[in-house]
């Protein structure tokens, strides 16, 4: 396959469909949690930080109450390693604590505002390339791409390769992730997708059906026809005996 912009796995032409299928259904499914309206820097990175492997939901409330009581890193350090280690908790993630503590110390000695160069953001115990992604490109209007590993299982069965849970170093995986964001639409485009990951396509039991990628996807068409050939069996479908000659 000649070159495109994401290396052969889909050409250009798919690439722009399904880009504009995610930003549709995007418009209409995006979630609503109180970190994608926030503006404060600060915030949106404990959230990211908060998210990480742990359901949106649960955060939320948590969320709510570092917005409230620690509106700056400031207020954070203030109140002491035990305050951080309270929040992370309540969401079961004990270890977090103190990374959240020295998150805040970092943010507060760096003025109050973090960092927002990918490397230096990523010199922060806690950050890996996933979150730095997320916040860059989701809270300060900076493309980056996003690959974790619902993006990795997405993109696997969309293209019929390997699944790789870690994602990190798979050339073929960030080189489509990266041709699928778009230059200026990444904030929606992540936002879409986030949720797509959550919502459709999901670990167990994707919902093909009704996917809206389902043309462009090797498992979704593998699974249309595996449902035609059945349901044609069950009626008794002359279809292919028709067209057999
Ligand atoms: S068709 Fe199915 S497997 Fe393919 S992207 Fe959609 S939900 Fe996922």
């Known amino acids: ?7 052969g796995d889909i050409d250009d032409a ?9 930003l549709s259904w995007g418009r209409a499914n995006l979630r609503d949690f109180p970190w994608r309206s926030e503006t404060n820097p600060w915030l949106t990175l404990v959230a990211e930080v908060l998210l990480q492997r742990t359901r949106a939901a649960q955060v939320a409330p948590v969320f ?3 917005r409230e009581r620690y509106p700056a890193a400031a207020d954070l350090v203030r109140a002491g390693p035990d305050a951080a280690a309270a929040m992370t908790a ?28 990918p490397e230096e953001l990523r010199a922060i115990t806690g950050i890996g390339p ?6 860059l ?6 493309r980056a791409v996003i690959v974790d590993s619902n993006v990795a299982r997405w993109l696997a069965r969309m293209t019929g390769r390997p699944y790789h849970r870690d994602p990190r170093g798979v050339r073929w995986l960030q080189h489509l992730a990266d041709g699928l964001t778009p230059v200026r639409a990444f ?18 039991a994707p919902s093909c059906p009704v996917c809206p990628l389902r043309r462009d996807c090797v498992c979704g068409r593998a699974r249309m026809d595996a449902d035609t050939h059945h349901a044609r069996q069950r009626n008794n479908c002359q279809c292919d005996r028709s067209t057999a000659g």
């Open 187 to 204: 904030r929606d485009y992540n936002l879409a997708v986030l949720d797509f990951t959550m919502e459709i396509c999901t670990p167990r």
């Open 130 to 135: 996933y979150t730095a992604a997320a916040w």
């Open 64 to 66: 709510r109450e570092v």
């Open 90 to 117: 309540r969401l079961g993630i004990h270890w977090r604590g103190p990374l959240l503590y020295r998150l805040a110390e970092t943010v507060h000695a760096n003025g109050g505002v973090p960092p927002e160069s």
């Open 137 to 142: 490109s989701l809270h300060r209007g900076r």
């Open 1 to 7: 396959m000649s070159e495109t912009a994401t290396g």
């Open 14 to 22: 798919t690439v722009r469909r399904v880009r504009g299928r995610l």
